[in-house]
């Protein structure tokens, strides 16, 4: 999954339609993914669906986040994030 094609996902999750935020959104995906290294996640240098969902799902909390300054994760985000991690810890799964 390219980085146009993270782009384009984020951009849906959060409704927008234009251009005009793309520099920050791209900012926001790079961000999600040092956080999520930073959990002890490690992603493909070439996500797959699964990193790359997981790395939208993170910088559209991020986007949200500081909008409506909710600073508490969503269950669901902390769940996908503890998913791929176990399995990781475990040495079992997709771990890279």
Do not use: C, F
């Not at 503890?82 to 040495?91: A, H, I, S, V, W």
């Amino acid at each position: 999954m390219n980085d146009e094609a993270l782009l384009n996902m984020l951009k849906q999750d959060l409704e927008i339609l234009h251009a005009q935020k793309d520099d920050y959104l791209k900012s926001l995906l790079k961000l999600s993914r040092s956080l999520i290294a930073r959990e002890g996640i490690v992603l493909a240098p070439e996500p797959d669906s699964e990193d790359g969902g997981l790395m939208v799902m993170y910088a559209a909390w991020l986007y949200r986040k500081r909008a409506n300054d909710e600073a508490v994760m969503p269950r669901m985000l902390r769940y996908a994030l503890n998913n791929r991690l176990m399995p990781q810890k475990e040495g079992i799964g997709n771990a890279t």
